[in-house]
């Protein structure tokens, strides 16, 4: 059995870019910075960056071009493609990336990464951000059908729990 799976949690690096296909399919590229933090020999902290640049097709294209910006915390999931073609000049060229079909949005809603610290960009335990995946229609991120509405939610402290309150 093989596997062809990349789960990466970053900033985007710079606003998408959304584009239809001559077929008439949306296309949205970005790309995302990940950062590794270790100890070199000399016990010195050396950061090393990564940019992963990220295609997400069709409707979750179309929610990734409408919602993210530049500096915004996200997850995505997808699967690893190399891309080769040859350049105007005769040169061979090639890219990897990564294939969106998960996204889920790690900031609030309205917050910029100018004024965000820390320990604000973490959502609190009561608050759910939306995850989107591929084929999921537009509209329906974090949708809750009428009855999970309905139902009151336990007041922190109690000693219920419920089957929604567990996290898997």
Request: net charge negative.
């Given at each position: 059995?093989?596997?062809?799976?990349?789960?990466?949690?970053?900033?985007?690096?710079?606003?998408?870019?959304?584009?239809?296909?001559?077929?008439?399919?949306?296309?949205?590229?970005?790309?995302?910075?990940?950062?590794?933090?270790?100890?070199?020999?000399?016990?010195?902290?050396v950061?090393?960056?990564?940019?992963?640049n990220?295609?997400?097709?069709?409707?979750?294209?179309?929610?990734?071009?409408?919602?993210?910006?530049?500096?915004?915390?996200?997850?995505i999931?997808?699967?690893?493609?190399?891309?080769?073609?040859?350049?105007?000049?005769?040169?061979?060229?090639?890219?990897?990336?990564?294939?969106?079909?998960?996204?889920?949005?790690?900031?609030?809603?309205?917050?910029?990464s100018?004024?965000?610290?820390?320990?604000?960009?973490?959502?609190?335990?009561?608050?759910?951000?939306?995850?989107?995946?591929?084929?999921?229609?537009?509209?329906?991120?974090?949708?809750?059908?009428?009855?999970?509405?309905?139902?009151?939610?336990?007041?922190?402290?109690?000693?219920?729990?419920s089957?929604?309150?567990?996290?898997?």
């Amino acid at each position: 059995m093989d596997v062809n799976r990349a789960t990466i949690v970053g900033r985007l690096t710079r606003d998408p870019e959304s584009r239809v296909t001559p077929n008439g399919v949306n296309v949205t590229s970005f790309s995302v910075a990940t950062n590794f933090v270790y100890k070199n020999q000399n016990g010195e902290k050396v950061e090393q960056v990564e940019y992963h640049n990220i295609v997400t097709w069709r409707k979750l294209a179309e929610i990734a071009a409408q919602y993210l910006k530049r500096g915004q915390r996200v997850l995505i999931e997808g699967r690893l493609q190399t891309r080769s073609w040859e350049a105007n000049d005769g040169t061979k060229r090639q890219r990897t990336e990564i294939v969106g079909d998960n996204l889920i949005m790690l900031d609030r809603a309205g917050q910029s990464s100018a004024n965000r610290d820390d320990s604000q960009s973490q959502p609190s335990p009561t608050e759910e951000m939306p995850s989107i995946q591929a084929d999921q229609p537009v509209g329906q991120a974090g949708a809750q059908s009428p009855e999970q509405q309905q139902q009151p939610k336990p007041k922190a402290g109690s000693d219920d729990i419920s089957v929604e309150d567990i996290p898997f």
